[in-house]
Each structure stands twice: as C-alpha cells, then as structure tokens.
C-alpha cells in the first residue's frame, strides 16, 4: 500500500535570543537562623548615634535606589518580619525601623545561572496595533544561585510578517505583595494530602477535631494540642505536622503594582511548598462561561524533596491566586484547553513521556475526579 504523502514542517530559527541578566536582583528577608542573632542586631542598631543612623541610612538609600523601586516599602516589610524580636514599650524612630528593616534585608540574582522553558500567550492589551499585528507576554523560568527557581516575564509583538519585537527589560525587578488564604475545607484538605502520601491517622486524627471550613490558626492549635499531648509516635507526629503546615501555607494571592512594566514582575517561592523553587509555568489562555480570558498556568512547586503540582489564577498578569488546596486532583502538569464545551473542559495532563491522556471535568480548580 502506498504512503500517504504529508505536508512537510517547516522550521525557521528566529534570530531573537533571550538572554539571563545578573544585574537583575530582588531583595529578600535575610533572616538568621540564631534568633539570639536577631536579638541582638536589634540592640545595636538601637544603640546607634541618632547622627550616625541617619547618615548610615542616607547611604543605604544612596547605594540601592538605583537597583530597586520603593526601598522605604522594602524595609517596612522585612521590619514586619522581626516584629516580634523588638523591645516592648519602646517607641522607635522612624530611621531605627528603617535601619532594622534594612540589615534584614538581602539581595538575590534571579536570572544568574539560568534562563529557559518559555511559554508564550496573548497579552491582555491589544490596543494600538498596526493590522496583523499581536502583543504577546511571554513568561520564562528563571534560575539564581542556589538553583532556586522564579517565573520571569517578557513582552513584545509578533508583527503580520512573522517577526518578533521584543520590549525593553526594566532594570527593575519587584515581588509582589503576599496575602495569605486562610480558609481550608477539610475533605478537600484530606484528599490533597492523600494525593501527597501524607495522610495518615494522625492527620485523620487532626482533621477530624477540626470543622469542614477551617482556619489556618485552629489547624496550628491541634496540631498544638497533639504536640503537647502526644498519641503517636513523637519521628511520626512530627513529619505529619509538617507535611499539613506546608500544603496549609501554599494557599496565597500574590498582587504587582499594575502600573509597572511587566518585565519588572517575578513570582519568586513565598511559601514552604515553594522552598527550592518554581519549576515551571505554562500559561494557557482560558475562556470562562463569560467570555473572559483569565491565564491559567499549571505550576509546579519543589521544596527539595516533593514536587507538588499546582494552579494559578492569573488577572492580567498583576495578581496570581495560587489555590492549591482546592484543586482536587491531578498530580502531573495539567494543560486545560482554552474553553469548555458544553459543561466540561478537556485537560491534557502527561502521565509519562510518551504517553499523553485526555481527561475532561467541570473546571481544572475544583472539580471532581476527571474522566
């Protein structure tokens, strides 16, 4: 029988490369891990000459504001982070928060050892654009020092001739402001850890002193409870606390300043789910039931141990929803198509390297067991 003929595919290298820079830093807390340490960077910082703080602080500001935005917002955050380690009834001077705030302030190259695996959809913005022309974003994976990982963003245009425009790369690089999702439903909690191999009769135990919605505070509290009192083996109680803590801390919505560029936005690890890194993001553009085009990227945390797959919400790339906890299945790299049909959505998660299956569901975040 003879051979269907097939259209040959034509590839043609473009001559646009992507290139990592180390110039390009974010600042991170620097927290020691002697908390005497903190203590006592504290007291002396308090102990300062009120001339020589403010000349001390003049110079920080003099030597970093060329390399990040808003240092005085930096500083506050990382002050918040030591809180607790300040002196009581005593009222500080503002150069003393932000002299505290800056010595637990550190500096991390994102894109200083690597730059790769991108993924490329529409950008929300297609105004003023010549004919056949589209605006892109592209998002890539972004690996420091340490080989902990960061998704990064580009943006450009893809002309009616095929050619890519990039736009210039800030020089700035900001994270985002963290707030945390505190609200848990318990039978999803339970399945998620059962999908992580963690659940055991003492998370059963736990979980079931516990309501069907509940508070990252009242989960802390049994687990309290238990330490205090234990009914399990102490190596045993100990692992599962941490395994409930770290699914616990992966619910979060990152926000970025939506009048800054998007080269300046990286989504570095904020939870412990996240602690060696963001091993990657494919961004799928989705249309809901309105018609709205949200950008859902199935990302995969690793703390260096466990990687653990989860689901971003994406609102126009300046607010990312990370819902782990309520997405209740799939552990591979799922890729939803861009719409539904009829009630369902088809996702394409791969089970192996040369096997890739179809599946479909009522949505990719919460949804039940797909088919």
């Given at each position: 029988m003879k051979a269907k003929h097939r259209l040959k595919l034509k590839v043609t290298r473009k001559p646009n490369k992507i290139i990592g820079d180390i110039s390009r830093v974010i600042t991170r807390p620097h927290l020691p891990d002697d908390s005497h340490r903190i203590s006592r960077i504290i007291g002396r910082i308090m102990d300062l000459p009120d001339a020589f703080a403010n000349d001390l602080m003049a110079k920080i500001l003099k030597d970093f504001s060329g390399r990040h935005e808003d240092l005085h917002h930096v500083?506050?955050?990382?002050?918040?982070?030591v809180r607790d380690f300040l002196p009581e009834h005593v009222l500080l001077k503002d150069v003393q928060k932000e002299l505290i705030g800056a010595y637990f302030t550190k500096e991390y190259a994102i894109e200083s050892a690597a730059l790769f695996n991108p993924s490329i959809v529409l950008h929300p913005d297609q105004?003023?654009?010549?004919?056949?022309?589209?605006?892109?974003?592209?998002?890539?994976?972004?690996?420091?020092?340490?080989?902990?990982?960061?998704i990064v963003f580009r943006s450009g245009i893809l002309d009616r001739h095929n050619t890519f425009r990039f736009d210039p790369v800030s020089e700035f690089v900001e994270t985002p402001d963290l707030k945390q999702d505190s609200v848990y439903n318990r039978s999803v909690f339970q399945r998620k850890l059962d999908e992580m191999k963690a659940n055991n009769e003492i998370s059963t135990y736990i979980l079931g002193r516990l309501p069907e919605e509940f508070l990252f505070k009242e989960l802390i509290e049994q687990i309290r409870i238990l330490n205090a009192n234990p009914q399990f083996s102490p190596a045993k109680q100990k692992t599962t606390f941490g395994f409930m803590t770290w699914l616990a801390?992966?619910?979060?919505?990152?926000?970025?300043?939506?009048?800054?560029?998007?080269s300046e936005?990286?989504?570095?690890?904020?939870?412990?789910?996240?602690?060696?890194?963001?091993?990657?993001?494919?961004?799928v553009q989705f249309f809901d039931d309105n018609q709205e085009a949200p950008i859902t990227p199935p990302i995969r945390f690793y703390n260096g141990v466990t990687i653990l797959p989860s689901v971003d919400r994406n609102k126009g790339f300046h607010s990312f929803q990370n819902s782990d906890t309520q997405r209740q299945w799939s552990?591979?790299?799922?890729?939803?198509?861009?719409?539904?049909i009829k009630v369902n959505m088809p996702c394409f998660p791969p089970v192996e390297a040369k096997t890739t299956i179809s599946c479909f569901q009522t949505t990719c975040i919460s949804g039940r067991s797909p088919k």
């Open positions: 500083f506050e955050k990382h002050l918040d982070r105004t003023h654009l010549e004919k056949g022309s589209l605006r892109f974003v592209m998002s890539l994976r972004a690996t420091g020092e340490g080989h902990i990982s960061s801390d992966s619910n979060y919505e990152v926000d970025f300043h939506s009048d800054h560029r998007i936005r990286v989504i570095f690890p904020v939870s412990r789910n996240e602690s060696r890194g963001i091993e990657d993001a494919r961004f552990r591979t790299r799922v890729r939803p198509f861009p719409r539904k």
